[in-house]
């Protein structure tokens, strides 16, 4: 039996109102395309993404340090007619992957008993608001508190923006400034602003919350044997319940399946 093409695997959940486009980012992550209608989530919908990690991760950034300080030494001088011996190779450290199993959560309030119980398990969430959409912003501390209630306490949580393609036409009504100092006060990773329709900051914001998942990996932090850190090894099965797998290997986009809002 093959392995699989991943070394971990983490749950993170997309969070928020309904209409902030939590549906539009999965799919834009997933599938590299953007939606313009689609049906309201109700529970909840899957998708994935693969991201390559480097071993060395900024939590071993000091011994990784000390060992580029010492290849840039120049190697003591030799009697003249010798040439100098070969700097030796250091190995470079293998390349890890990790799958993101993304839960695309439903936002409204009819749903949200139902909606709570996917937030056990999740090592990492996507906060999700419309910058265009003054009240999406107010409830995010609603939804983080009720988070927090859940959730593993160590769970990775970024403040997105999204529908940032909006503030061109005057339409913003949350500024940067505003969510920043949001994100700060209430101890969450950091703010992005995302565009589903143009696809700007769509992967840095995933990607800002996979970061800090791995790092934590690597600082030991989860119980790769325990369901409930949110993140498990390759040889772990992954129970996702129902509705539309989306899966996306290597830049491939998948043949079937898709998701709501």
């Not at 209630?149 to 913003?172: H, M, S, T, W």
């Not at 400034?177 to 769509?202: F, I």
């Not at 996306?248 to 986009?253: P, V």
């Amino acid at each position: 039996m093959s392995s699989p093409p991943w070394d971990y695997i983490a749950k993170l959940v997309c969070i928020g109102d309904s209409g902030c486009g939590k549906s539009s980012l999965t799919i834009r992550l997933c599938e590299g395309r953007f939606v313009q209608h689609h049906d309201v989530t109700i529970g909840v919908e899957f998708g994935s993404r693969i991201v390559p990690h480097n071993s060395s991760s900024p939590t071993t950034s000091p011994s990784h340090q000390s060992q580029s300080q010492s290849q840039k030494q120049k190697p003591p001088p030799k009697p003249e007619g010798l040439p100098p011996p070969p700097l030796k190779q250091e190995p470079q450290p293998p390349q890890k992957h990790m799958k993101l199993s993304l839960w695309d959560t439903a936002g409204q309030e009819t749903y949200k008993s139902v909606t709570r119980s996917y937030f056990r398990g999740a090592s990492g969430a996507l906060l999700v608001f419309d910058i265009s959409r003054k009240q999406t912003f107010s409830h995010v501390t609603d939804w983080l508190n009720d988070l927090r209630q859940i959730a593993e306490p160590d769970i990775v949580v970024i403040l997105v923006g999204n529908k940032a393609d909006l503030a061109d036409d005057g339409k913003r009504e949350v500024s940067q400034h505003e969510a920043q100092d949001w994100a700060k006060r209430n101890g969450v990773l950091r703010y992005v602003e995302t565009s589903a329709k143009s696809g700007e900051g769509v992967e840095e914001a995933f990607l800002a919350v996979a970061e800090r998942i791995y790092q934590n990996i690597m600082a030991g932090k989860y119980d790769l044997n325990d369901r409930r850190s949110g993140v498990k090894g390759s040889g772990a099965a992954w129970g996702a319940g129902g509705g539309a797998n989306v899966r996306l290997s290597n830049g491939k986009a998948p043949s079937s399946g898709g998701m709501c809002c």
